[in-house]
């Protein structure tokens, strides 16, 4: 299927300079942009605890934060959840714990040995760490157990829930993991709304937990899935076609993922594990677009032998434009659908892959094929100042059917 009753002529790659300029301004501007801008940083990269609450009637989203607020949470973010109807809100608390270090030695480890005085002395008694959520393990003296049933009333006569426990050696070590942050949510949101939380029920729907530490290690992990993903796109096209081909590439891909980011930092939106998978995605889904380009690009080097680099390029970016316009429509129809339909990460998903969608083929037209004419002419002026032979990379490669 072709859009265009002829194929087109457009001047792309005499563009070049113009567009290559503006990427260079709209990247440095967004690496510009955390310093100016404190990023929203998501539970599973910061640490901290998001609740999911619902109430029974209309509730309003600053009321929900002053009551929140009132307990002394007041890192709190609020955001209305899903249908209006549903009355439901995303509470994000930065604080992973609802004790510090020193509040719960002080505070809390007291009463946990009071209630259970076969503890070991210390540490290996009681270990607690606050950038690991509100979670504590229990070590009871060799020969003396401790049954499950009494660890739980030992953690909550601190007055808090326990929300599972987890066996590390069955009758002498148990690791507890408490309701903290949501409890303390729980509460103010039942003390401040009686009249919107079910009897008997409680207005916490789901609570994830993340540790600081924990935080820190999904952003390393995340950063290196990233660029280990470029680095084998990297081989992948080096390896097909050759190093200026590869570069052009390269530079695109870190185009299109540093404008995802971007858009991110620019919306406020929350960048989570969701982000990453939005980086990966459209970095999958360029590289394809700009290896068809390629393709098309090699096999007019073959057809073509001897005619100016700048031509064939030009002429291959315009034969696979109707593809790229066709491809990238259809993909857009089908992301328009999620934001439109639904709510939460999945809708940020959906608008982070329509921006990277229309930054993706951006890149490959004016980043990719750009970069490599620019990397030729190097390499020629090299040559020509070396008395070197005309550059081997305008030659190359045949398809195996050609060189046949």
């Not at 009249?195 to 008997?200: F, G, L, M, S, T």
């Not at 052009?248 to 990453?276: K, M, P, Q, R, W």
């Not at 934001?339 to 999945?346: A, E, R, W």
């Not at 329509?354 to 930054?359: E, S």
């Amino acid at each position: 299927m072709n859009i265009f009753p002829k194929t087109p002529n457009y001047d792309i790659i005499g563009q070049r300079k113009f567009w290559i300029t503006f990427s260079i301004v709209l990247t440095v501007l967004i690496v510009v942009c955390p310093f100016i801008k404190k990023p929203n940083w998501g539970v599973d990269f910061a640490g901290g605890n998001e609740i999911q609450v619902q109430f029974t009637g209309d509730v309003d989203v600053s009321a929900v934060r002053h009551a929140i607020e009132s307990a002394g949470l007041n890192d709190a973010n609020i955001q209305q959840f899903g249908d209006p109807k549903n009355h439901e809100f995303l509470v994000r608390v930065g604080r992973s714990s609802l004790y510090t270090n020193e509040e719960f030695e002080k505070n809390a480890e007291p009463k946990i040995r009071q209630a259970l005085p076969q503890l070991d002395a210390g540490k290996a008694g009681v270990s607690y760490n606050a950038d690991e959520g509100d979670q504590v393990t229990i070590t009871a003296k060799e020969g003396q157990p401790l049954t499950k049933e009494g660890v739980k009333a030992a953690v909550e006569s601190l007055g808090i829930p326990v929300q599972d426990i987890r066996v590390i050696t069955e009758g002498r070590s148990y690791s507890v993991l408490f309701r903290g942050v949501s409890n303390k949510v729980d509460q103010a949101l039942r003390k401040a709304f009686p009249d919107k939380v079910a009897a008997n029920q409680s207005p916490v729907r789901r609570v994830e937990q993340v540790g600081a530490s924990v935080g820190s290690e999904l952003k390393i992990a995340a950063v290196k899935s990233v660029v280990l993903s470029i680095v084998l796109i990297l081989l992948y096209v080096g390896f097909r076609f050759d190093f200026a081909f590869a570069t052009g590439a390269i530079v695109s891909l870190i185009h299109d993922a540093v404008i995802v980011v971007g858009f991110y930092l620019v919306s406020g939106s929350e960048l989570n594990n969701t982000t990453i998978a939005a980086v990966l995605t459209i970095i999958g889904y360029s590289v394809n677009d700009t290896v068809i380009i390629y393709d098309r690009i090699r096999e007019n080097m073959t057809k073509h032998k001897g005619r100016d680099l700048l031509r064939t390029i030009n002429e291959s970016i315009n034969e696979t434009l109707s593809r790229t316009i066709i491809t990238h429509f259809t993909v857009m129809l089908s992301l328009l659908g999620l934001v439109i339909f639904t709510v939460g990460t999945l809708r940020e998903f959906a608008l982070a892959m329509i921006v990277g969608v229309i930054t993706g083929t951006y890149s490959s037209v004016y980043i990719a094929s750009p970069v490599v004419v620019w990397l030729e002419d190097v390499m020629k002026a090299r040559r020509e100042a070396g008395g070197k032979q005309p550059p081997s990379s305008r030659r190359v490669q045949e398809p195996a059917d050609q060189r046949a």
